[in-house]
């Protein structure tokens, strides 16, 4: 039976580079995959999936608008994989879960559970709340525990704790950090080594 995965983690953790990989290894066996990624992030490329170790792949794109159903899937799809989950609707995220019971495909979303100031993405809760299955993907802080949440840097490398929850960026805006550190005060680099700066 097939299943909707929800594979998350914090930036910088691999995601799209595992996504890449899933790819492949369908396909080196002959089997057809579709790929999607949030048409609003472009950093790799308009219609492309990137991943920070270089790799790159053409892609299909999704917003707000984009029905996933059935009917687009076409002949002998065997998996449907999605990067930058957290922006899918809750609605296409049960669009998605339909689909992967309904027809025998496996869709495998990658993609982030909270925002900069440690807020569910709509997409995320959505998905955290219908994936069959969920797997953290890990990735450390600078201190050296687990990261687990998102800081928003601004181009001097100090933390912002307000604004729009979605701004498209990768190293040069955000870091990747533990809990203890997203609460500690970043005026004090005593308490997050490393993280400011």
Wanted: aromatic share 8%.
């Amino acid at each position: 039976m097939s299943k909707l995965y929800f594979r998350y983690a914090a930036m910088n953790a691999g995601k799209s580079t595992a996504l890449l990989q899933a790819a492949h290894n369908y396909e080196e066996r002959g089997m057809r995959v579709r790929l999607f990624t949030a048409a609003h992030d472009a950093r790799a490329g308009t219609s492309v999936i990137g991943s920070r170790l270089g790799l790159q792949r053409a892609a299909e794109t999704f917003g707000a608008g984009t029905e996933f159903n059935a009917a687009w899937l076409g002949p002998a799809i065997a998996c449907v994989l999605i990067d930058e989950a957290q922006f899918l609707t809750p609605a296409q995220v049960r669009q998605l879960h339909r689909l992967a019971h309904q027809h025998p495909i496996p869709v495998m979303c990658y993609g982030l559970r909270s925002d900069f100031q440690g807020v569910a993405f709509p997409g995320a809760a959505e998905l955290l709340t219908l994936a069959d299955v969920l797997e953290e993907m890990k990735t450390i802080c600078a201190c050296a525990r687990k990261a687990s949440m998102n800081l928003r840097v601004d181009d001097q490398g100090r933390r912002i704790k307000e604004g729009e929850q979605v701004l498209i960026g990768g190293n040069n805006r955000y870091r990747a950090v533990c809990p203890n550190c997203f609460y500690s005060d970043d005026t004090d680099p005593a308490l997050a080594p490393g993280l400011f700066g």
